[in-house]
Each structure stands twice: as C-alpha cells, then as structure tokens.
C-alpha cells in the first residue's frame, strides 16, 4: 500500500461486546494497512484489551465529545475533527450525532466518507423502536456511503423504519477464526473455574447490561436443577445486580463472574451449554464462538438466533422473555450428554462453513476501500 489508511472509529461505547469484539478483530487483521483513532460518548475504552499491541490506534482525550445536545456548533467541531481522516466509521445509536455532523457538513467542509455500522439495540429499544430515534437515524444516514448490518431483521429494520435504500444496505455477518476453537480449551483461562465431574456448566459471554437480562439467565439455571452451574464471563454495570440475584436464590456457590476474558477460544469449550437470556440480540458474535466450540446454545429466539444455529439446535431456542422454556431447555440438555455432544457437533459444522472469519474480513476491506477510492485497501486482504 501507498500509505496506511486513516480510520475514525465512533462509538457510544467501547466497552467489550459483540460490535466491539469485531472490530478488534477488525483492526488486529487490517494490521500496518491502517492506523485507528477511537472516541466513546461514554469515555469507557474497556475493550481496547482486545486490540492487538502492534495495531495503531489511539484513544484520545483532547477529542470533541460525541455526546452531547445536538447543535451546529458541536457538529462543527466534530467536523473538523474527522477532517483529518480517510473513513469514518460510526457504530450503533450512540455514535448518530457523529453522523449527522458529517451529513449536515460534509459537502460544505469536504469531509471524508462516512460508513455506518447498527448491531442491534438497547434496553430502551429492545420491545419497540424509537419514532424519534427512526426519524433521526432516517435523517442522519443520508450522506453515508453504506450502512452495515450482521442480520436479516436489522437489514429489515433499515429499509422499512430508516427508510434506507437497498444498495446502500450491506449485511455481513459476523464471522471469527473457527480453526481456533479446534484446539482443546486451557485449563486455568477462566480464573477460579475448576471442573467436576459430574458437574454440568452453563457459560455465557455478554456485557453485563440490562438488555442481557442475566438476572433471568441466573433464575432460569436455577430452575434447572442443583447440579448446575453458571458461569458468566464479561463485565458491565450490572455485576452487582446479578450477585444479587444469585445470592436471593442461594446459588453464590454455583455462580462465578471472573470478569472481561480475551480470547474466548481460550475457554469456551469448558462449558457444557452455551445459554443467552436476552431481550435483543441481532447476530451475536457469543452464539457463533459457542457454535464452533462445539457447544448447544439454550437462548431465546431473539434477532437471526433461530437462523444462526443448527437444525438440531432448534428445540432448544424459546420463546422471547419466556424464562420457564429457558429453564426446560437447559435441563434437557443438562441432562443428556450424548444430545448435547451431538447438537454441539452440528453446531461446529455450520460455523465453519457459514462464519468464517476470512470471509468477513475481506468483505469489510472490499467495503471499506470502496467507499475510501483506495483500491489498494482492499488488495492489502
């Protein structure tokens, strides 16, 4: 390449989930070809432990704040901020005034290219989305070269509420280096775990947010049977509400929580059963690693879930906030070893034709240098 493409990457937050994971990994693939700047509305950078040393990217504190009320002068201050950049790339709501900012004065002040990127929706918009927020988005989107989306709903959501056209709309799922998870899990990557015979584990990978609703996740193990044990790995500002929960049920000695955890191929075939208790996911990232570990997935059928697993996952996928049938699908699997190797098999298969991370990758570059008019982007895959 001529030069390293400079990247602008805004989001709401950058605390560790599914779109953060991604784009870490995004980043640590595009290694020397590009140099990365990341802003957070919320100033959290928790997910920066994912990125890889050598990746350059930056975290600065000197940066316009991307939250805020909307004003003209704020945008203009984001506007010359992003000047100094190639490609914007925006994530999720809380990174929309960035956006709009590039909309509203990216002609008069020759910004650079803008692509979006939606993944799915907090608690405030996990049952109905915003009006506000669609008329916003609708508005916002207009100057944007592509908006990405990893599934079908949100390609959905996109045309019929956002009123995006269909050539501007790119769905690519999300995808991870499945030959990783064909290894045998490390024993002691998951502080104070240690197996038991007999024993069967639950683990989920999650920001620990309201819209996960871990607090059902814990009740539903519960429910299951005693023998049962959860493990949740992530952090998030609903730990103690959890420990809460757990400790209301007696299961304090049957939950442990050791926190953020990198390379989850690391650990993840150390649970039994894989279990989301969410009230909005679109394309998890968590679903596709526990699928090419090995694992069955127990999860409400919420955005492409249903889609994603195998044929024979799909008993085990309830209905949406319906704790009683997460419950029961837990404990058929817990119950019958030779279901939940066989379920977690099919599982492995489909992730490594489906979510192959190479693919990924070089559907973002093909995107990513389009929008740019560096060819030389791309051909860097």
Request: cysteine-free; proline content about 10%.
């Given at each position: 390449m001529s030069r390293p493409v400079r990247l602008l990457h805004c989001h709401g937050s950058f605390d560790l989930?599914?779109?953060e994971a991604r784009t870490a990994r995004l980043m640590n693939r595009f290694g020397a070809d590009a140099v990365h700047v990341v802003l957070a509305a919320n100033g959290e950078f928790g997910a920066r432990k994912a990125i890889d040393p050598a990746v350059q990217v930056d975290f600065p504190d000197d940066a316009p704040s991307l939250a805020g009320k909307p004003g003209l002068g704020r945008y203009r201050r984001i506007g010359a901020y992003m000047k100094r950049f190639d490609l914007v790339l925006s994530y999720n709501w809380g990174s929309m005034d960035a956006v709009m900012a590039n909309t509203l004065l990216?002609?008069?002040?020759?910004?650079?290219?803008?692509?979006?990127?939606?993944?799915?929706?907090?608690?405030?918009?996990?049952?109905?989305?915003?009006r506000k927020r669609n008329w916003f988005r609708a508005l916002a989107l207009t100057r944007?070269?592509?908006l990405v989306v990893p599934s079908v709903r949100l390609e959905q959501v996109a045309q019929s509420a956002w009123h995006q056209s269909a050539d501007k709309i790119h769905r690519i799922a999300n995808g991870i280096d499945t030959d990783l998870y064909e290894k045998k899990?490390?024993?002691?990557?998951?502080?104070?775990?240690?197996?038991?015979?007999?024993a069967v584990t639950v683990g989920t990978i999650a920001g620990l947010r309201p819209v996960k609703r871990l607090d059902r996740?814990?009740?539903?193990?519960?429910?299951a049977g005693d023998g049962i044990r959860l493990v949740i790995v992530g952090e998030g500002p609903d730990k103690d509400r959890i420990a809460a929960e757990a400790a209301s049920l007696n299961m304090t000695d049957r939950l442990?929580?050791?926190?953020?955890?990198?390379?989850?191929?690391?650990?993840?075939?150390?649970?039994?059963?894989?279990?989301?208790?969410?009230?909005?996911?679109?394309?998890?990232?968590?679903?596709?690693?526990?699928?090419?570990?090995?694992?069955?997935?127990?999860?409400?059928?919420?955005?492409?879930?249903?889609?994603?697993?195998?044929?024979?996952?799909?008993p085990f996928?309830?209905?949406?906030?319906?704790?009683?049938?997460?419950?029961?699908?837990i404990a058929t699997l817990a119950a019958d070893p030779k279901k939940r190797a066989s379920v977690g098999e099919a599982n492995r298969a489909k992730a490594q034709a489906q979510y192959n991370e190479d693919r990924m990758v070089a559907r973002y570059r093909l995107l990513y240098a389009s929008a740019m008019g560096r060819p030389d982007f791309a051909q860097g895959y």
């Open positions: 989930g599914g779109k990216g002609s008069s002040m020759g910004l650079p290219p803008l692509v979006h990127h939606e993944d799915g929706f907090n608690a405030d918009e996990a049952e109905r989305l915003s944007a070269k592509a899990p490390q024993r002691g990557a998951i502080p104070g775990f240690k197996p038991a015979r007999g996740l814990v009740r539903a193990v519960g429910a442990l929580m050791p926190g953020f955890l990198d390379r989850p191929y690391r650990f993840a075939g150390l649970f039994d059963i894989f279990a989301l208790s969410s009230d909005s996911e679109q394309f998890p990232i968590s679903v596709v690693e526990a699928m090419a570990a090995g694992l069955p997935v127990a999860a409400p059928a919420v955005g492409d879930i249903a889609d994603m697993v195998s044929a024979a996952n799909a996928i309830t209905p949406p906030g319906d704790e009683t049938a997460l419950a029961q699908a």
